[in-house]
């Protein structure tokens, strides 16, 4: 037996954190030593405003009927009410404007609170000021509230007469003010730092702040770590973060660490957390005090330490419903229950009125009648309330007025993405700097760096970009070329184009740059292997798309496209082995979002990138996502070989070959996509199919989703219907992104991709893998040759489709 060494008793070392920029304060202790900079009669009309809030919040819970989260939007009521009439600067009137400070429902759940806080406020502007309402299609009205959580085609009376708009049941952009579409986990907080870069990017010098609404819940995917440590390496000194402290998950009671209690989920508080990470701390320990809530709001605009801040607020989930905790998450009182008619008796007492209780069907019209008219007895107590409605509206009134007093500039050579779109630069003219002579070698990833620097320049660095830990090694870093070098920081570096955002991040990284498109005069672009980045950005990549939807339904606005580059695809990483080199990553995206909202670019050589960059971005999806390999590609002299230019890749289908169907001799039709079976098809394959004599019919696929934006006449005259019922395809992803161009059984037992042989590819060279797979230049020939024979023969016998 190894003998150990025994440290019984040796002595364990005190451990403290390195110094760090952030400072910690306990607002209780402040006010104590400075007063407070509120009075007792406007902590009243907060308390005022408070019970209507949470009378709506039961209400909205009680008739949609029986849906969404009261518990956290109780509790986070009393911070947001401070933010909104009190903390932020921003134009109620005009809810689109840059200069806005922002408020990022980063927690989705608390999309019950946001509406029914939203209506409130709507209203009483309404019946205070209504000069201050922004125009309809910007408004949440009360009236809107009979949408929580239904359908476009809910039907019911009021719905229609009122054209209730439809609200998700987490937030989305069809709410004014909403910059993000927020709910899955972790997603908010990543995408809501993105936001207060691109303000601060255009405004440094005053950034309009981006207020953060979370919980410790929400704190623990591992993709807000990452977006906690970017904010601080990168000083977003422009976003606080607010944070609703009440211990309740779904699951739990005690998900983090507390004094000396052990948290179920982590080992955390979240003062330790956002401290360890060098954010500024304030502590607020009564999160429902508003003498504390105020203060501790105002302490963190007046800090100057140029990083971004946390206030942490001790709150109950559910804090006066009646049920609390984890037990009030995602449920409430039963259905006009004795319980519900307790909690809204306080505001009966309060204005001497009475809610109208429920009787007859619970029919949708008769649910839909009396929850109307319980909102009503909401509008007739505000339309009483003088006091509390000028109040208000002056409170709001003061925002658009400090907002006006700070008169925000843009920096002067700050970012313009409109010159992206302004008709200087066009698919199919590929610019002076980007043409490339036969023979010369490059990679088509490198080609894509080159194309984005050059956009980045007409744009005055309108485009953003991050990657985890492979700037260089997916050519990324060419956006920031004419610009600073190394990672932005807003104080030390604020004018490099590259971002860091956590590290070696994919998760955090794709949402964060949503965020930065999402402030609407950026392109954020986020950059790893295929491999991770597919899978690890595809909810925020949803979220984008659908935000953006929702934005586009109510302002008519362009989608503002955020760039997903999906480095080192495919077989041709074969060093890196099949944990790396994959060919699953484009059938995660290809055509898996409505169309318009998602564009995937697969080009096979570095000619068709420029065209295919600029197509896709001129068509404004939401998501934009090139696939690039690697290695190097030797440029195709295309004249020589009879093929195409390059610019014809931006009908998404373009022909290497077009058979000559008067010939008596037919020999099928072969579809590629991909730069691994490309490159191996026209450098080795092609010439010997033009030797043979065979007359084919060679299609390439550079993007699904271009092709699917044509016109149906246009497919069918670029890619007739007919050749897919005995096509063949050969492809360096897998099967499922074939069946759409070959649509017989027997042309799919025959099409050629990397999983035909019922196994991942090992690793070698990016040929040597091809070859593993049979997709070298030799299989990909036998195979051609054996099918082209088949149809000769089905064709001498009539037995085509279509032919």
């Known amino acids: 037996m190894i003998p150990r060494t025994d440290f019984q008793g040796a002595s364990a070392l005190p451990f403290g954190l390195r110094p760090r920029k952030a400072v910690f304060y306990n607002i209780e202790e402040i006010i104590q030593q400075k007063g407070s900079a509120f009075s007792e009669d406007e902590i009243k009309q907060f308390e005022e405003l408070d019970l209507v809030y949470r009378t709506i919040v039961g209400i909205l819970y009680n008739f949609v009927p029986l849906s969404g989260h009261p518990g956290g939007s109780l509790s986070s009521g009393r911070i947001v009410e401070g933010l909104l009439y009190q903390a932020m600067d921003y134009d109620f009137s005009k809810p689109d404007i840059f200069e806005n400070d922002m408020i990022c429902y980063t927690a989705g759940h608390k999309a019950m609170g946001l509406y029914g806080m939203w209506a409130l406020r709507n209203e009483l502007v309404r019946i205070a000021s ?56 972790g997603v908010g907080v990543p995408a809501a730092c993105g936001l207060a870069f691109g303000a601060l990017d255009m405004y440094p010098d005053d950034p309009p702040v981006a207020h953060l609404i979370e919980g410790e819940g929400g704190m623990t995917p591992g993709r807000v770590y990452e977006a906690l440590a970017a ?102 009182h039963k259905f006009c229950s004795d319980e519900y008619y307790k909690y809204i008796s306080m505001f009966e007492m309060r204005y001497g009125v009475q809610f109208p209780r429920f009787s007859g069907d619970k029919s949708p019209e008769n649910v839909e009648k009396y929850y109307w008219d319980t909102l009503l007895v909401i509008r007739g107590v505000l339309e009483k309330q003088a006091e509390l409605t000028k109040w208000a509206s002056a409170k709001i009134q003061s925002s658009k007025e400090r907002l006006t007093k700070r008169n925000l ?31 010369s070698s490059t990679t088509i990833r490198g080609q894509l760096g080159k194309a984005l620097a050059v956009l980045n320049k007409k744009t005055s660095g309108a485009l953003v970009a991050t990657a985890a830990d492979l700037f260089e090694s997916t050519s990324i870093a060419g956006v920031n070329k004419g610009f600073p070098e190394g990672m932005f920081n807003a104080v030390t570096n604020p004018k490099t184009r590259l971002v860091a955002v956590g590290g070696i991040c994919e998760d955090a990284m794709g949402a964060f740059m949503s965020g930065v498109s999402s402030y609407r005069n950026h392109i954020g672009i986020s950059a790893s292997y295929a491999a991770f980045i597919v899978a690890m950005e595809h909810t925020a990549a949803r979220c984008h798309c659908i935000g953006q939807q929702n934005y586009w339904e109510r302002t008519g606005e362009p989608f503002r496209t955020w760039i997903m580059v999906n480095g080192h695809a495919g077989p041709k990483t074969g060093e890196d082995g099949p944990t790396h ?27 068709e990138v420029w065209p295919l960059l600029m197509e896709g971005l ?18 195709i002299d295309r004249k020589k070989l009879k093929m195409p230019e390059a610019i014809n890749a931006v009908k998404g289908v373009y022909a290497f070959r077009k058979a000559d169907l008067s010939a008596k001799h037919y020999h099928g039709t072969l579809v590629l996509q991909g730069c691994g079976v490309a490159s191996m098809f026209v450098n080795g394959v092609l010439e010997k199919l033009d030797q043979d004599g065979l007359n084919m019919n060679v299609y390439y696929v550079a993007s699904t989703e271009l092709f699917r ?30 069946y759409q161009w070959i649509r017989s059984e027997e042309g799919i037992r025959r ?53």
């Not at 313009?416 to 779109?421: A, D, G, S, T, W």
């Not at 080199?581 to 000619?607: R, V």
Request: proline residues 7%; contains cysteine; hydrophobic residues 35%.
């Open 130 to 185: 209504p000069s201050l309402l922004a125009p309809d299609k910007r408004q949440l009205r009360l009236e809107d509230l009979l949408g929580f959580r239904k359908n476009h085609t809910q039907g019911t009376p009021l719905f229609e007469k009122f054209k209730a708009v439809s609200l998700d049941g987490h937030p989305s952009c069809i709410v004014p003010f909403v910059k993000t579409a927020t709910g899955p986990s």
């Open 231 to 332: 904010a601080a390496s990168a000083q977003l000194h422009n976003v606080i973060m607010h944070i609703d402290w009440n211990q309740s998950t779904i699951d739990s009671d005690r998900a983090t660490a507390e004094d000396d209690k052990r948290g179920e989920y982590v080992q955390w508080d979240p003062k330790e957390l956002m401290y360890l990470n060098d954010w500024n701390v304030i502590w607020v320990p009564e999160g429902h005090n508003f003498k504390q809530i105020l203060n501790a709001q105002k302490l963190a605009l007046s800090l100057n330490t140029k990083i971004p801040t946390a206030i942490v607020y001790r709150t109950v989930k559910g804090w006066n419903y009646g049920i609390t905790g984890k037990s009030s998450h995602g449920a409430g």
């Open 409 to 439: 500039k843009k920096r002067a050579d700050s970012p313009n993405l409109e010159n992206l779109y302004d008709g200087t630069y066009k698919s199919t003219v590929i610019p002076d700097e980007l043409k490339l002579e036969p023979g």
């Open 581 to 607: 080199a994959d060919p699953q990553c484009l059938q995660l995206l290809m055509e898996d979002f409505p169309k318009g909202k998602l564009i995937t670019l697969t080009p096979w050589e570095p000619e």
């Open 618 to 635: 001129l068509k404004r999806p939401a998501v934009l996502a090139p696939f690039v390999t690697r290695p190097a590609e030797n440029i």
């Open 709 to 738: 934006l044509l016109s149906a006449d246009e497919q069918e005259k670029i890619f007739p219907e007919k050749f897919r019922y005995h096509a063949m395809g050969l492809t360096d992803f897998t099967l499922p992104t074939m």
């Open 751 to 803: 099409t050629l991709h990397p999983f035909r042989h019922g196994h991942y590819l090992s690793t070698g060279s990016g040929e040597k893998v091809l070859e593993e797979a049979g997709l070298h230049p030799k299989g990909q020939y036998k195979e051609i040759t054996e099918y082209a024979r088949w149809i000769e023969k089905q064709h001498a016998e009539k037995k085509l489709v279509g032919f």
